[in-house]
Every structure is written in structure tokens, then in C-alpha cells.
């Protein structure tokens, strides 16, 4: 935590000293630079995060946000390759948060790509499968055809990856099959022209053969690998060829071909140690030697490297092991806290109805003199009820009684509220049907005039949850941004 405050004040200071501010034309070069094809073999994990970090935080100064969010999925899949599950999935909850509120969907299903992939790691199958089908949700959302596509092969393929590492259906593999055709289908819609389109279809490719090569059908897992081969002709260096390796060394353990088996997972080791990613696939590298050795008959090698393969898999279970225990907390809650925690809920619960009563005999007997602080630009020079009880067939008593259910967080003060505005939500939703019923109870605060603090203590969230539920009503009503949203609300009769 230190190094990365430390990392972050650095550039900070660097900008400061050379009295340049960091642009978006600065910082998509740096972007330019950390998604180079060959990025991750001349800098390694360590330099990727660190130019990763870098684009981050400039882009966070001068709220350039598509930078920050691209910084983000970048830090994530370096966090995931490296199998640190923990900092992968914080990355991409706050890059997910900030993808919904720009309504960047290219990002979101991308991430929501990301985080299914973790979850399988961690046991989560039912998480994961959600994860996967909610990005493909996404991605349908996307304008540009060819990232559309794209978007969809990767989250069909993550659904097929889902179903094959969770390894409980009869027959997984015609699912895993046909989800990993639909996502070569629609890599092949891609246009022509469109960068690196030949490996996004030679992924898939590579896909449909290792699901052949797991049914142990070798002619047609290799006719696929073959053109594998030629997709990727001009990008044989690329972390794609660690796993083709592997695949390509348990199809000669399958032939009997062992001593061609070792080359090719030995290929497998040694792009592996140059991207300094992978252990996973480096396990599967030593697992299949070991198996090699074993048919050979060397049997001091075959138990070398399965021991090998043993300290990878035990490293790797203890890691994740920690890693589920913490999202297990953070899903679940603490519960070796709650009997404390639920005594102090009843106690604050019970003071809470005593202070409500005395706050509620104190409010009736002043309400005609009630005013409410407002934010600035929020309805200006006029009071709560003052503006209300203007407007056509507003009754005051239950206005005040209204306001009272909202301040107190009362189940009811939707309803009432409706009943005393009956054509708002209606007319709300015949500008937008999009809106939840949420969005409508955020709208009644706001018709009548609670500012953001008060509403995020009625609904005991945070500010900038509201601000950020606010921002995405606007959207969805399509009030201009120079408008006043209160304003314009409070002319909805």
C-alpha cells in the first residue's frame, strides 16, 4: 500500500517539477505503449503495472475517464494472469462502477468478462455463469458493430470456459462446443480490416480444439490447431502460444509421441518464465512432462516434475484459499460479529422510535413554518411547502405528513406519495419506461426538494451513490445537463 502511494506522489511531483499537466493525447500515448502487441514480453508484469498505474493516475487528475477505465482493465488482467484474484477483483469493481455510471459498454462487458473468470478460480460457478451472461447482456448494448462482435465472442467463450471448469453437467462438452462455435461465429463477423482480428478468431479456433482434444478426438483437434497455425503466422510471439504448446504436447502424449510431447511443453515453460505470467499454465507444463517421463520410463524425471507441478497446485490453493476467505467476508458479511452487532441494532433501533415520536409531535406543531436547507441551483428562494402547495391540488397536511414518512425512512411514503401526486410517475414514465422503482422513490425526493445529503441519510447510503443514482436518472429522462433537475421536476404536476 505504501509503495503505491509513493508511486502515485512520484508522478504526481514529476508533473509538478517539469510544470507539464498530464493530457489525454499524453496519456493515450502511454496507452499506446502498454498495449503493444509485444508489451508483455519486453516489460514483463511488474513494468506493465507500473506503466498501467502510471496512465491511472494521470488520467484520474485531469478526469480523463476513459483512461482511467482502460488503466483498469489492463491492471486487472495483469492481476488475474499473475493468479492475484484479490487485486484483480478490486480493480475491476471500481473499473465496473465507473463503466455504468459513463455508460462505456465496450468496458463493462469487458469486465464483467474479467471478473467471470475469476470466480470460477474461487468456487463461485453460479457467479461466474451470472457474470458471463450479464456481459453478453452488455455487449448487445454496444453501437460499433465490429466491438460489438467482439464483445460477444468473449463472453460466449467465457460461458463455455464457465461450464467446462465447473465440470458437473452430463455431456459439458457439446455445451462447452457450442458455445465456443457461437463465439468463433461471431469473430468471423468481424470486418477485415478491424486490428488483430486474425487472433481474436484464432482464440476461438484454438478453443474448439482443445475441447476436441479433451473428447479424445485427435484428427480434427489438430485440423483446427493447423489452422491455429496459420491464423497466427504473423504473432507467434504472444502468450496465446503457451497454452497451444500445452495442447500441442497432451496430443503427442495421446499419439504415444512422448519425446515430441517434452518439446512442446518445454516451449510452453520457456514462454512462460519470458512473460512471467502463468503459473497455472506452467503446472500444466510440468504435469504433462510428468507424464511423459512416466511413459518413457524415467521415472526419477516423472517424479521431479510432478513434485514440481504439486508445489505450483499447493502455492496456488493456498492463495486462492485466502482469497476466498476474504470475498466470502465481503459477500456474506462477518458473522462471527453478529450477536453484537444485533444487540446494538435493537438498542439504536428502540432510541430511534423514541426520538422519531418526540421529533414527530415537535414537527406537527411547527410545519406550517418549515423551510428546508437546499444545495446550491437546487429551487432557488422558495421553500419546500411554500413551492408544493402551489401547485394545483397539493394538500398541505398531507404534504407535511408526507415529508415526515421520508425523513423517517418510512416503508409507506412511496405510496402516500403517490396517492398525493397521482400523475407524476406516469408521466415520468412516458418520457422514459426505463426508469425502476427505484428511480421513481429518488425523484419523489427530489420533487420535493431533499437535497443529496438528506437523501443519502434517509436512504443511510452515500453521497456519491446519490449523486451517482441522480446522474443516471438525468440520463434516462434526458434533462439537459445546464438544466436543474429539481427545477424540472418540480414542474411535472
Known amino acids: 500500500m505504501k ?66 477505465l482502460r488503466a483498469l482493465v489492463k491492471m486487472s488482467e495483469v492481476y488475474i494472469n499473475e493468479q492475484n484474484y484479490e487485486e484483480g477483483l478490486k480493480k475491476i469493481s471500481e473499473g465496473l462502477l465507473l463503466a455504468e455510471k459513463t455508460d462505456n459498454y465496450v468496458i463493462w462487458s469487458d469486465l464483467l468478462r474479467l471478473q467471470s473468470s475469476v470466480y470460477p478460480e474461487l468456487g463461485y ?63 468471423k463477423k468481424i470486418s477485415p480490416d478491424f486490428p488483430r ?15 476436441l482434444s479433451q473428447q479424445n478426438k485427435i484428427s480434427e483437434a489438430e485440423k ?47 514462454l512462460s518464465q519470458n512473460y512471467k505470467i502463468l503459473p497455472s499454465d506452467l503446472m500444466e507444463s510440468y504435469s504433462g512432462i510428468s507424464e511423459s517421463y512416466g511413459h518413457l520410463k524415467d521415472y526419477k524425471n516423472e517424479a521431479l516434475y510432478a513434485e514440481k507441478a ?37 438498542l439504536i433501533t428502540l432510541l430511534l422510535i423514541v426520538l422519531s415520536i418526540l421529533f414527530f ?39 407535511s405528513h408526507i415529508i415526515e414518512l421520508a425523513q423517517t425512512n418510512d416503508p409507506s411514503f412511496y405510496l402516500k406519495f403517490s396517492e398525493l401526486f397521482p400523475n407524476f410517475n406516469s408521466k415520468l414514465l412516458e418520457i422514459s419506461s426505463q426508469l425502476t422503482p427505484s428511480d421513481l422513490e429518488y425523484c419523489a425526493f427530489m420533487k420535493l426538494n431533499f437535497d443529496t445529503k438528506q437523501i443519502a441519510t434517509f436512504k443511510r447510503t452515500s453521497v456519491s451513490s446519490v449523486e451517482s443514482r441522480k446522474y443516471r436518472i438525468r440520463k434516462k429522462l434526458n434533462i439537459n445537463s445546464s438544466d436543474n433537475i429539481y427545477t424540472w421536476l418540480m414542474k411535472i404536476q
Open 3 to 68: 509503495n503505491k502511494y509513493f508511486f502515485c506522489f512520484a508522478i504526481l511531483l514529476s508533473n509538478i517539477l517539469s510544470g507539464q499537466t498530464p493530457t489525454q493525447k499524453s496519456i493515450d500515448s502511454l496507452w499506446t505503449i502498454a498495449t503493444d502487441k509485444n508489451a508483455y514480453l519486453e516489460k514483463g508484469s511488474k513494468e506493465m503495472l507500473r506503466l498501467c498505474t502510471e496512465i491511472y493516475y494521470q488520467s484520474k487528475n485531469i478526469n480523463y475517464e476513459k483512461g482511467e
Open 125 to 187: 460457478y453460479k457467479k461466474a455463469d451470472q457474470s458471463a451472461r450479464k456481459a453478453l447482456h452488455i455487449a448487445d448494448k454496444i453501437v460499433e458493430n465490429d466491438r460489438r462482435y467482439l464483445a460477444k465472442a468473449n463472453a460466449f467463450r467465457r460461458i463455455a470456459e464457465n461450464i467446462d471448469e465447473e465440470n458437473t453437467l452430463k455431456n459439458k462438452y457439446d455445451s462447452v462446443q457450442f458455445y465456443f462455435y457461437k463465439a468463433y461465429v461471431e469473430s
Open 197 to 211: 482480428r486474425e487472433m481474436y478468431i484464432a482464440k476461438n479456433v484454438k478453443n474448439i480444439a482443445t475441447v
Open 224 to 270: 483446427y490447431l493447423t489452422w491455429y497455425e496459420i491464423l497466427t503466422k504473423k504473432a507467434k510471439k504472444n502468450p496465446e502460444y503457451i497454452s497451444y504448446n500445452i495442447l500441442k504436447g497432451n496430443l503427442e502424449n495421446k499419439k504415444g509421441n512422448y519425446k515430441q510431447a517434452l518439446e512442446y511443453f518445454n516451449n510452453s515453460i520457456q
Open 310 to 346: 504439486k508445489k505450483i497446485n499447493d502455492s496456488l490453493s493456498s492463495a486462492e484459499k485466502r482469497i476466498v476467505e476474504k470475498v466470502a467476508k465481503s459477500e456474506q458479511g462477518n458473522n462471527t460479529e453478529k450477536p453484537k452487532i444485533w444487540l446494538w441494532i435493537g
Open 361 to 399: 409531535i415537535h414537527k406537527r406543531k411547527k410545519i406550517k413554518n418549515t423551510s428546508f436547507e437546499i444545495q446550491k441551483n437546487e429551487i432557488p428562494e422558495r421553500g419546500i411547502l411554500q413551492s408544493l402547495e402551489k401547485q394545483p391540488s397539493t394538500d398541505s397536511q398531507a404534504l
